[in-house]
């Protein structure tokens, strides 16, 4: 079983590329935890304001170490969150068969 994290991001008008160089900064930095399965990020190719971020973690408290890293607080929470209008983040379990 894999924790899987689904997040959309909405950028506010003028400010979708300071939003695509914070994923292009955290893309590396997030595949390089050790508890980090898989982690792309998408955009919409009819709004270029909408952001999709897929994830896969080892488990649930990867996910919250991912979250508590440093380039986490500084890049999510101490940066581009000024720059969304608005942000989804949804969770899931894989189903192994």
């Not at 304001?49 to 999510?76: I, M, N, P």
């Amino acid at each position: 079983m894999a924790f899987v994290v689904t997040a959309i991001w909405k950028a506010k008008s003028g400010t979708e590329q300071k939003v695509l160089d914070v994923i292009k900064t955290m893309t590396p930095l997030s595949r390089a935890e050790p508890k980090n399965l898989y982690y792309q990020a998408q955009v919409s190719p009819d709004d270029p304001t909408k952001f999709f971020l897929y994830e896969q973690y080892v488990d649930a408290q990867g996910y919250e170490e991912h979250k508590a890293s440093d380039h986490f607080q500084r890049h999510v929470f101490g940066y581009v969150l000024e720059y969304l209008e608005s942000r989804q983040v949804v969770t899931y379990e894989t189903i192994d068969v």
